[in-house]
Nanobody, 125 residues
Framework: QVKLVESGGGSVQPGGSLRLSCVSS????????VGWFRQPLGKEREFVAA????????YYEDSVKGRFTISRDNAQSTVYLQMNSLKPEDTAVYYC??????????????????WGQGTQVTVSS
């Protein structure tokens, strides 16, 4: 079983920044592609960003391009989501997910077989 733990969420004013972390103690985590998703209150879960196993391939949802950056440190078994220029519409629970079967960057949640418990991000003045 692969356990993923997100951290770094919180409350921030519009224009502010947060860095989310997704950590796993599983020995194979560095070989998994990882994605970030978010779910605003009362809405469907949506894709945010994804990164392949070596960190070279990345993919972003259009609304976060230029503001969010996904990266990973495989030595620390950690994937990050740096979020800058935050907007109220970025408010959501953010989840990381791991794809243990293919080295791909995809926005489709059905390809991710392990999920974290989520961390709340609130952007408000």
């Amino acid at each position: 079983q692969v356990k993923l733990v997100e951290s770094g969420g919180g409350s921030v004013q519009p224009g502010g920044s947060l860095r989310l972390s997704c950590v796993s103690s599983h020995r194979s985590f560095s070989s998994y592609a990882v994605g970030w998703f978010r779910q605003p209150l009362g809405k469907e879960r949506e894709f945010v960003a994804a990164i392949n196993r070596n960190g070279i391939g990345t993919y972003y949802e259009d609304s976060v391009k230029g503001r969010f950056t996904i990266s990973r440190d495989n030595a620390q078994s950690t994937v990050y989501l740096q979020m800058n220029s935050l907007k109220p519409e970025d408010t959501a629970v953010y989840y990381c997910a791991a794809d243990s079967t293919q080295n791909r960057v995809t926005q489709s949640p059905e390809y991710y077989d392990y999920w974290g418990q989520g961390t709340q991000v609130t952007v408000s003045s």
